[in-house]
């Protein structure tokens, strides 16, 4: 079983003390962050970050913010960060791709995880989609690894984006929690599994998506006092427990 998270730091620009004890609190085995560092010195930036944390890093480069953290329970195969399609007049996003391996019970499971930020205009968001899933899917069959994607959408489900992920994986959420609420639904329902704003939630845009072969065990975010989750970042981490099914395993 592999714990993968995923969480949009904003660029570490509020309380680092508090986003560490949040990122402490999730116990990933695998991190996909969102905003990180990209200024001089980003790389130093991520280590402290996962030093701090109890992790490492394990791939994405400087543009477009993206990157995985790993915990010493995995290996890491493979890492790298793959730079997406320009568009002129937006922001040049990347996707970072980490391969790791898992011994559970003797058994070793390989799974493809990727970290993604997705535009804020809809047609660059669905092509990158699209793109994402097709260098996930290619390290997923080199490496014989199930693939798993997780990151900030900025998109609310049941839009284009969610759509097509939808089609190929299994949105971890709805998994544990059922179907999203219908047009109609009374507030608390419609802001179940909200992400976005940190300090009151009323939109998941964030979201984690397990592949062909996969369990979804459980889903979550961290447990910590409310501050510091509002200290720690403008949006709000999610944390899936997933696990190979029997007659998937290698």
């Given at each position: ?72 329970a ?21 996707t ?97 599994g ?57």
């Open positions: 079983m592999l714990r993968v998270a995923t969480y949009n730091v904003r660029g570490l620009k509020d309380d680092r003390k508090a986003l560490v004890r949040v990122i402490r609190a999730l116990r990933p085995d695998v991190l996909c962050l969102q905003e990180a560092p990209r200024l001089p010195g980003w790389r130093r930036e991520r280590w402290a970050l996962a030093r701090a944390a109890g992790l490492s890093v394990a791939a994405g480069g400087r543009v477009g913010g993206t990157a995985v953290l790993t915990a010493p995995v290996r890491l195969l493979h890492g790298r960060g793959h730079r997406l399609r320009w568009f002129p007049g937006l922001e040049w996003r990347s970072a791709l980490a391969v790791v391996e898992k011994t559970v019970e003797k058994d070793r499971e390989r799974y493809a995880v990727c970290s993604a930020h997705l535009d804020l205009q809809a047609g660059a968001r669905l092509r990158h989609a699209s793109q994402i899933v097709a260098l996930l899917e290619r390290a997923a069959g080199e490496f014989g690894a199930a693939p798993v994607l997780a990151g900030d959408l900025n998109e609310i489900p049941g839009a284009p984006v969610w759509r097509l992920l939808g089609g190929r994986y299994t949105d971890c959420f709805t998994a544990v929690r059922g179907p999203a609420p219908r047009i109609g639904a009374d507030e608390d329902e419609s802001r179940a909200a992400t976005f704003p940190a300090r009151d939630p009323r939109v998941r845009i964030d979201a984690i998506f397990a592949g062909p072969g996969l369990t979804v065990v459980s889903y979550g975010g961290a447990a910590v006092p409310a501050e510091d989750l509002t200290a720690a970042s403008d949006h709000r981490p999610v944390v899936a427990e997933i696990a190979r099914t029997p007659s998937a395993r290698a």
